[in-house]
């Protein structure tokens, strides 16, 4: 465990950052191997029913990787104000909501699975593969949902290595599970879905164990009966804003994605090998932003505002210049990766189009995470979601329909995310600038 409240800003932010970032394209890889077998050995038509698939898995988990967060803030606050034992409880409260919400949200998918993909205008050249491949990739969710809710606990407590390592032996079954059967037994994407059973089954078991031996002992089940209600309205009252934000940003982009649908299979597999590539811009964002709110919410915890707020400073400032020089470096090389996914040049040209507005205005959602995770570590997050969410859903949406009206092409569909990130940071820093002078939080050290 890593306590966040002392020592170098700088060295605390990007060591607690790294294990983060490092475990999350370990994830990225074995979800992208998906692709590359499914695309080489299968076919883009393949490529594409994942794709058309990925967002309505996304959109389910998003409530619990909102809890996550809430997790995240709850537990470090508490875990900077050193009761460990009330700690311990939020543990136990945290696991036993995990199964629960899980299997419900499974249970619900399975049933809606042809309702979703119909109301997303899945093509029926691709409409089976993706009914059979997110049928049987929701049997992992329970896995996915108590693996996200245990890595939020990790971090929070300052150990950001642990779901790294987990991640690391996940990955590898994945892919050797991946070549067995794509490659091996020939199963298309019904193999992919089954590897990705496995993994996250493996991975979410691991990580439990290690969390249940260092901060709770004793026997896993007696959650249920540890159980505090109070410790999940606590959780939720900033899980629920954030579970919603992801949720309904989710949803605009399904919507999105209802458009990219109406284009050339081309172009939705274009977008698909984006969606792949784009994780090595956005898993920063991402990290970034979580090594904030888990500093922030020690420091609020342990009441050493100031530190909290140079810590994001720090963490803006650095994440900026990260994704400069990664938007660079990509650019050069966009056409060899996306050649990775596909072999078609017109999948390549799509490909280059979209990234060519999307990669050098990256930084500017790493400012709005940042942002973000600064105002969420306070334990703030019902106004965030509103802003977030009318910026994502309102203005993004607006503009993707005024856009594609003056012209209908790919490029298009990229320029409604900088709008939208751009729109997003405007409105944060009107309600930051409301909050921080209203609670003096800065004030107060």
Known sequence: MRELTKGSITKGLIYFMLPILAGSLIQQLYNTVDIILV??????????????????????????????????????????????????KTVQTVFAFGILGGLA?????????????????????????????LRIYLLSIVSIVLYNLTSGISRAVGDSSTPMVVQLIGGFINVVVDIFLIVGLNMGV???????????????????????????????????????????????????????????????????????????????TAFTAFFKIEMVMYLPVIAMGQAVVSFVGQNYGAKQLDRAKKGVRTGMITGCLLLIGLSTFMMIFIRPAFGIFSESASVIDYGVQITSIMFPLYFIDMILECLSAEIRGFGQAFWPMVCTVFSFVVVRLASLFILLSIHREVRMISMVYPISWTSAILLLLIYRSIFMKKNKIYENK
Not at 43 to 68: E, R
Not at 116 to 121: D, E, K, Q
């Open 190 to 268: 019904v193999g992919a879905a089954v590897a990705t059973f496995f993994s996250q089954t493996v991975a979410a078991l691991i990580l439990v164990h290690q969390i249940q031996t260092k901060l709770v002992g004793g026997n896993f089940f007696a959650c249920f009966k540890a159980f505090d209600s109070n410790l999940l309205s606590q959780i939720m009252k900033i899980g629920i804003p954030s579970g919603v934000q992801a949720m309904i940003m989710t949803f605009s982009n399904i919507i999105i994605q209802t458009q990219i649908n109406s284009f050339p299979v081309d172009a939705i």
């Open 39 to 88: 695309g080489k050995f299968v076919g883009d038509h393949a490529t594409a029913s994942i794709g058309a698939s990925s967002l309505i898995v996304t959109c389910m988990i998003g409530f619990f990787n909102g809890m996550m967060v809430g997790t995240n803030v709850i537990a470090a606050q508490i875990f900077g104000s050193g009761n460990r034992e009330k700690l311990k």
């Open 105 to 133: 949200l499974m249970v619900i998918g399975l049933l809606l699975t042809p309702t979703f993909l119909r109301w997303m205008n899945t093509p029926d050249v691709i409409f089976e593969q993706a009914v059979s491949y």
